[in-house]
């Protein structure tokens, strides 16, 4: 399970955290902001987590996303962008075919949803959490590539979503 980008919705991160060892998974986490000191202490005897902390986009997403078989992409959607927003996690994910586990009620949980590019889950219900991760698991990875595959085929049409394509492929 992976946390990759800006730190900012750090008390998610907690709650994944705090569920992490009754499901026997381990957490990576790739990304900084003034909260990142306090995850570090937060799970400094937690034997499952590695932070890797700031990270240069071109020369380490490859090494990262090769360390992730889920993306943990739940958000504050109390926040009207969260709400509308479609993050670059979304893209990361599909292309390299690793499902992604987000916030229910938001535009990205419906194309994750569409897509079956992984689990919406209602924001701060750590047992429906639980279970999506229990979900995620038992699924043949080899499922989410092909959802990955249908999505990039309809979203990646035009130009500049072929150009973005080739940038994904080229750092994946």
């Not at 990759?4 to 060892?21: M, Q």
């Not at 499952?48 to 504050?76: L, M, P, R, V």
């Not at 670059?88 to 079956?116: F, H, Q």
């Not at 698991?137 to 990039?152: A, M, N, V, W």
Request: charge should be negative.
């Amino acid at each position: 399970m992976g946390y990759v980008g800006n730190l900012y919705f750090w008390e998610k991160i907690i709650k994944l955290i705090d569920i992490s060892p009754m499901l026997d998974i381990d957490i990576y986490i790739a990304g900084s902001s003034e909260h990142e000191e306090y995850l570090k202490k937060y799970c400094d005897s937690m034997q499952n987590i590695t932070f890797i902390g700031k990270y240069n986009f071109e020369k380490d997403i490859a090494s990262i996303y090769s360390n992730i078989d889920c993306i943990f992409a739940q958000y504050d959607t109390k926040s009207k962008n969260v709400s509308i927003a479609l993050p670059n996690r979304l893209y990361d994910a599909a292309m390299c075919g690793i499902p992604l586990i987000v916030s229910k009620g938001t535009k990205l949980s419906e194309v994750v949803d569409k897509y079956n590019l992984g689990i919406s889950v209602k924001d701060d219900d750590s047992a429906s959490l639980m279970s999506a991760i229990k979900i995620l698991k038992s699924k043949p990875i080899d499922f989410y590539i092909d959802s990955s595959r249908e999505f990039i085929s309809d979203v990646c049409k035009i130009d500049y979503n072929e150009m973005l394509r080739n940038k994904y492929t080229n750092f994946i």
